[in-house]
């Protein structure tokens, strides 16, 4: 099984729409966090959290919520999406500062 | 000016050519090197750490970190169709969830 899942793999939805995108980790490591991936923008990151009571925002966190449900459980929503927020959006862990662990990520167009 | 600049490609190669790949960087605050790849429709995948000048090798991957020209380099010999992916390379300054940067990414495509 994957170390990091993220549901949905695909989503399309309208503008206006609120939505949620789910992340959860079996590497047991404390950090999380929410990337979104741009053509020629690279990975940039939205929200992160280092355990279950911490929540911090990210470079591009307008738009965005998180919640940190259980140290493997990390969830982003997006209030109202608008089409600027289609996006590859990846979540991944990390034990420390260094390296991340990426989910498979979530492909969302919003119409 | 970006933190990080990496040529985005594409880059094409025949299989068994040696590939070079490559990121210059502007401050000089970073301290560990990493390169990921990333095959079509997957999350990255960490392929080389380093914290130090000089080369590191794995396998058939090489990375080499110049801390004085802020380059840093990933080579790939012997190439193969499997090596066909995006390479991005991330450089960490300090301490914190802010302080890792990515490139934007190399194209590599390997033709059998």
């Known amino acids: 099984d994957a170390d990091v899942t993220q549901t949905p793999r695909n989503r399309i939805t309208k503008t206006g729409k609120r939505i949620m995108l789910e992340c959860s980790q079996t590497k047991g490591h404390d950090r999380m966090y929410w990337y979104r991936q741009d053509p020629g923008l690279g990975l940039r990151l939205i929200y992160y959290s280092f355990d279950v009571k911490d929540i911090n925002k990210g470079e591009i966190s307008d738009g965005y919520s998180v919640s940190r449900q259980a140290q493997a459980k990390f969830s982003l929503s997006l209030e109202s999406a608008i089409p600027n927020q289609t996006a590859l959006y990846f979540c991944?862990?990390?034990?420390?500062?260094?390296?991340?662990?990426f989910g498979p990520g979530t492909r969302l167009t919003v119409l | 000016q970006k933190e990080v600049e990496q040529d985005p490609g594409p880059l094409s190669v025949p299989e068994g050519a040696i590939v070079s790949l490559n990121c210059t960087y502007s401050?000089?605050?970073?301290?560990?090197f990493m390169w990921y790849r990333q095959y079509s429709r997957k999350g990255p995948e960490l392929l080389m750490y380093t914290y130090s000048s000089g080369n590191k090798e794995d396998g058939r991957f090489t990375a080499q970190v110049d801390k004085s020209s802020k380059y840093i380099s990933l080579f790939i010999r012997d190439s193969q169709p499997s090596d066909s992916a995006t390479y991005l390379c991330a450089l960490v300054e300090g301490t914190g969830a802010n302080n890792l940067f990515f490139g934007t990414g190399t194209r590599l495509t390997v033709i059998p």
């Open positions: 991944a862990t990390s034990a420390d500062d260094r390296g991340r662990y």
């Open positions: 401050n000089s605050a970073f301290q560990y």
